[in-house]
């Protein structure tokens, strides 16, 4: 009998949470992203100090009442260390009786229905293999022409989010190539400090759990060529270098990623006699690699 009553109640006060819900618009925003504004004032009952739930989608934060108007309501995030996710304009669920839902949620369901803070920016290192193909090459004033250059890079990365869609990192990259021509074949190696910005769509993540992302490269570093008879050696710039890839993650902690890349590449050589080589070559690779967030 006990039970029955408490399951009556529990059903009650939900029903008295849910009949308050509605959808308002987000009115204004303030620059530290800690308090915003909705058309809610005291003619709606909104007095100093009440606090409500604003969902949207599924993050949800908890704000109280710190200034009132007949027509308008400024709101303050409770959370110190969350900021706000939503922007100017959108529409999100208010809801003023946040106690009922909040009472008689276990912390298990709060988890699953509701999340008090947005995602924190992440930092991660990753490590990647992958092939390269030429596709065309130029030596000095000599003209274009299609590559039959090929070979294998290793790289790694420091990655940081600057805001929830965009992000830089900086790394090491080594390639070793294989230029082949009639009676002859040319190794080239290269070591450069490389450093891209990184934009991810987050629109398909529900969909694949993981991201799509694009990329935008440059680099800079030391590169040799050594044939039989021949060493040469100098400096190597890489600009631009295009991304698009795929990250699926397996876990919070770590995702693999999938890649393919257009890189434009210009070294200068010096030979043993002095003469200085300049090689513009145009390369599309692939890649898979193992990021790990910290």
Same mark, same amino acid.
């Given at each position: 009998? #006990?039970?029955?009553?408490?399951?009556?109640?529990?059903?009650?006060?939900?029903?008295?949470?849910?009949? %308050?819900?509605?959808? @308002?618009?987000?009115?204004?925003?303030?620059?530290?992203?800690?308090?915003?504004?909705?058309?809610?004032?005291?003619?709606?009952?909104?007095?100093?100090?009440?606090?409500?739930?604003?969902? %949207?989608?599924?993050?949800?934060?908890? %704000?109280?009442?710190?200034?009132?108007?007949?027509?308008?309501?400024?709101?303050?995030?409770?959370?110190?260390?969350? #900021?706000?996710?939503?922007?100017?304009?959108?529409?999100?669920?208010?809801?003023?009786?946040?106690?009922?839902?909040?009472?008689?949620?276990?912390?298990?369901?709060?988890?699953? !229905? @509701?999340?008090?803070?947005?995602?924190?920016?992440?930092?991660?290192?990753?490590?990647?293999?992958?092939?390269?193909?030429?596709?065309?090459?130029?030596?000095?004033?000599?003209?274009?022409?299609?590559?039959?250059?090929?070979?294998?890079?290793?790289?790694? !990365?420091?990655?940081?989010?600057?805001?929830?869609?965009?992000?830089?990192?900086?790394?090491? #990259?080594?390639?070793?190539?294989?230029?082949?021509?009639?009676?002859?074949?040319?190794?080239?190696?290269?070591?450069?400090?490389?450093?891209?910005?990184?934009?991810?769509?987050?629109?398909?993540?529900?969909?694949?759990?993981?991201?799509?992302?694009?990329?935008?490269?440059?680099?800079?570093?030391?590169?040799?060529?050594?044939?039989?008879?021949?060493?040469?050696?100098?400096?190597?710039?890489?600009?631009?270098?295009?991304?698009?890839?795929?990250?699926?993650?397996?876990?919070?902690? !770590?995702?693999? @990623?999938?890649?393919?890349?257009?890189?434009?590449?210009?070294?200068?050589?010096?030979?043993?006699?002095?003469?200085?080589?300049?090689?513009?070559?145009?390369?599309?690779?692939?890649?898979?690699?193992? #990021?790990?967030?910290?």
């Amino acid at each position: 009998m #006990r039970f029955h009553h408490t399951f009556i109640l529990v059903l009650f006060l939900f029903s008295l949470s849910t009949s %308050a819900f509605e959808l @308002i618009m987000i009115q204004a925003v303030s620059n530290s992203k800690k308090t915003f504004i909705t058309r809610h004032g005291k003619r709606d009952g909104v007095t100093v100090g009440n606090t409500a739930t604003f969902t %949207a989608e599924d993050i949800s934060i908890l %704000a109280k009442a710190v200034n009132i108007t007949s027509n308008f309501t400024q709101w303050e995030i409770i959370n110190e260390n969350a #900021r706000l996710p939503f922007e100017k304009g959108a529409m999100v669920t208010y809801y003023p009786a946040n106690e009922y839902i909040w009472a008689l949620s276990t912390e298990t369901e709060r988890k699953k !229905y @509701i999340k008090s803070m947005i995602p924190t920016l992440k930092q991660s290192f990753t490590f990647k293999a992958g092939l390269s193909r030429g596709l065309s090459e130029s030596v000095s004033d000599a003209p274009v022409a299609s590559s039959r250059r090929g070979g294998i890079q290793a790289e790694v !990365y420091y990655e940081r989010d600057l805001s929830f869609n965009i992000a830089f990192d900086v790394g090491l #990259r080594y390639d070793s190539e294989v230029l082949t021509v009639p009676n002859a074949s040319y190794t080239t190696k290269r070591t450069m400090v490389v450093a891209d910005i990184l934009y991810y769509f987050d629109q398909l993540k529900d969909i694949i759990k993981g991201e799509i992302f694009v990329g935008l490269g440059a680099g800079w570093g030391f590169s040799s060529t050594e044939t039989v008879g021949l060493s040469q050696s100098g400096n190597a710039m890489l600009l631009p270098a295009v991304k698009l890839g795929l990250t699926l993650p397996f876990n919070e902690t !770590y995702e693999f @990623i999938l890649d393919t890349a257009f890189d434009t590449i210009e070294t200068k050589e010096s030979q043993e006699d002095g003469k200085v080589q300049s090689t513009n070559q145009t390369n599309a690779k692939v890649g898979i690699g193992l #990021r790990k967030f910290f």
